[in-house]
C-alpha cells in the first residue's frame, strides 16, 4: 500500500551493493556506499530512498550516512542523523521516514564497527 | 473522423486510417501513398535490441536498427525506451540525428519514460530502406552487462497514391510542379528540414 508520503517518482531507481562498515571514523576513512552515475550529459544528483543494514558484529553499532570523507581533504559530512543498528538485529529505513535529501555526490557512511553490511536503493536525478 | 495524427499523446495510436492518404517525408521530398492495411506491432522481447555490454562510460558504434527494416511499399511508426541505465541516440539515414535541435539531439534515457509514459516524444518512422540507426552509451560508473532497447508500433502497407486520372502525386520545397493531395497526414521518416 503506498504511503501518502510516497511522491512520484522524480528520478532513475538504484541501489548499491551490499557494502561492509570500516571502524574507522576519522576523516578520510569512510567508506563509498552509492557511486553516482556522472557519464550522462549532466552528473545526476542522488537522494536516499531506502535503507537496509544487518549487526552481526557482537556490539551495537552507530551508523552514519553522508558524503565526502574518502581522500582525507574534504571532511565526511552527515546527510541524515546517524541511526543504531543493534547487535544481532537488521535495520530498516524507507522513503516516508527518510527526508528528501539530494546530494551532487557520492553516498559514503562511517561506523564505529567493522564489518556491519549495508544496501541502499537510492534515486537518481537527470 | 478519427482524431489521428503523428506523436499523438497518449497510449499509441496509428497515425492514419485505411485508404487515407500519407506523404511520407523522404531526403526532402514528399512521397505519396495510401494505405491498404495496418497492422499492429506489439511491444515484445522479438523486437528489442541488446547492444550488448559495455564499459563504464562506454560507447557503441553506431549501429543499425536492422530489426525495424521495413519492406518497399511500407513504413513503420515506432515508439521506444530503454530498458537498461542507458542514453540511446537516434539517427535516420547515419548521420542524421532525431529528436534533433540547433546545437544538440534529444535522446532516449530511463528518465524519459517518468515524463512521457506514453512514449509521443520517442515516436519515429521509419520507411522502406530508409534505415534507423542508434548509438548507446554507459552513462553509469560501472560496467553493464545489456544494454537493451525496445520498439513497438504499427506497420503500413502502401500503394502509390495516384488522384481520378491516374496522376500521381508529387510535393517537394519550392517545385512548380508540385501536385499533393487535397488531404493527407505527414510522415516525417527522416530527419531532414
Not at chain 1, 1 to 13: D, F, H, K, L, V
Request: aromatic share 10%; proline share 6%; with cysteine.
Amino acid at each position: 500500500m503506498a504511503s501518502p508520503y510516497e511522491q512520484p517518482a522524480r528520478g532513475i531507481r538504484k541501489s548499491s551493493a551490499i557494502v561492509n562498515t570500516v571502524a574507522a571514523p576519522a576523516v578520510g576513512t569512510a567508506v563509498t556506499l552509492y557511486q553516482r552515475t556522472t557519464g550522462g550529459q549532466n552528473p545526476r544528483t542522488v537522494i536516499l530512498r531506502k535503507l537496509m543494514a544487518w549487526n552481526n558484529t557482537g556490539a551495537d553499532a552507530i551508523l552514519e550516512i553522508g558524503q565526502d570523507g574518502i581522500d582525507g581533504v574534504v571532511a565526511f559530512a552527515n546527510i541524515i542523523p546517524p541511526v543504531l543498528v543493534l547487535n544481532g538485529f537488521d535495520g530498516e529505513w524507507h522513503e516516508d521516514e527518510l527526508p528528501e535529501v539530494e546530494i551532487g555526490n557520492d553516498l559514503t557512511m562511517e561506523c564505529n564497527q567493522d564489518g556491519v553490511q549495508v544496501q541502499v536503493e537510492v534515486e537518481e536525478i537527470e | 473522423m478519427a482524431d489521428l495524427y503523428p506523436y499523438k499523446p497518449g497510449e499509441i495510436e496509428a497515425i492514419v486510417l485505411p485508404d487515407q492518404i500519407v506523404g511520407v517525408w523522404v531526403n526532402k521530398v514528399y512521397k505519396f501513398y495510401k494505405v491498404v492495411y495496418i497492422e499492429p506491432i506489439p511491444r515484445c522481447d522479438a523486437i528489442e535490441f541488446d547492444f550488448g555490454a559495455l564499459a563504464a562510460g562506454g560507447v557503441t558504434a553506431i549501429t543499425q536498427l536492422n530489426l525495424l527494416e521495413m519492406p518497399d511499399r511500407e513504413f513503420g511508426q515506432f515508439r521506444g525506451f530503454v530498458i537498461d541505465d542507458i542514453t540511446a541516440n537516434l539517427w535516420q539515414g547515419r548521420s542524421d540525428g532525431r529528436y534533433k535541435l540547433n546545437n544538440r539531439n534529444g535522446r532516449l534515457t530511463r528518465a524519459t519514460d517518468l515524463r512521457d509514459p506514453c512514449g509521443h516524444t520517442t515516436e519515429f518512422y521509419v520507411h522502406e530502406d530508409d534505415f534507423a540507426f542508434m548509438q548507446v552509451l554507459n552513462p553509469t560508473d560501472y560496467a553493464l552487462t545489456q544494454t537493451r532497447v525496445a520498439f513497438y508500433g504499427f506497420r503500413y502497407v502502401l500503394e502509390v497514391a495516384v488522384d481520378a486520372s491516374g496522376r500521381q502525386y508529387v510535393w517537394s520545397p519550392g517545385k512548380p510542379e508540385n501536385y499533393p493531395p487535397n488531404v493527407w497526414t505527414r510522415v516525417p521518416a527522416t530527419a531532414h528540414l
